[in-house]
């Protein structure tokens, strides 16, 4: 049996580290005027990765159980439907 992987660290590719630390510098060029490195802009990305992604994460969980529990309280209404008559 094929093991789980440990889903607790969220892990980001290159390219998706590279992408938000443009992001991360155009926001401050673009909402405080100011130039930012590249070591601070790693260090907000740890930040966030750190600190702010769990939180975002557990929320998505979340809306993402309660989604799913509607949409299977709609299975079982709708499962009823489909029986016929035994007259």
Do not use: C
């Not at 049996?1 to 443009?22: A, P």
């Not at 930040?47 to 989604?67: H, R, V």
Request: proline residues 1%.
């Amino acid at each position: 049996m094929k093991k789980r992987e440990d889903l607790r660290q969220i892990k980001l590719s290159d390219i998706q580290r590279e992408k938000l630390q443009d992001e991360i510098k155009a926001f401050y060029l673009d909402e405080r005027g100011e130039e930012i490195g590249i070591i601070a802009q790693m260090q907000v990305l740890e930040l966030f990765e750190q600190k702010m992604a769990p939180i975002i994460y557990n929320k998505a969980l979340d809306d993402a159980k309660l989604w799913f529990g509607r949409m299977m309280d709609n299975l079982e209404s709708d499962y009823y439907t489909l029986y016929k008559n035994e007259e």
